[in-house]
């Protein structure tokens, strides 16, 4: 059954054609599982981030 890993939708800026916002990119470490995320926000500013991923397959946002 698929997992929803992390939901970032109320906090990235939606897609607008020939931009780049929103979701710009999303990648596993092979070496400890963390996901990394790099988005823009609701105020267009850029933010690269890790999270450490749980058992169950969601991401610990607490854990940054």
């Known amino acids: 059954t698929?997992?929803?890993a992390l939901d970032l939708s109320?906090?990235?800026s939606p897609y607008?054609?020939?931009s780049e916002r929103g979701l710009l990119g999303i990648a596993f470490s092979p070496v400890d599982g963390r996901l990394f995320?790099?988005?823009t926000d609701l105020q267009s500013q850029s933010h690269l981030v890790s999270y450490?991923?749980?058992p169950d397959g969601t991401s610990d946002v607490g854990g940054v």
């Open 10 to 12: 109320a906090a990235t």
């Open 16 to 18: 607008e054609q020939g």
């Open 52 to 54: 450490p991923m749980l």
């Open 2 to 4: 698929p997992v929803l």
């Open 37 to 39: 995320v790099f988005y």
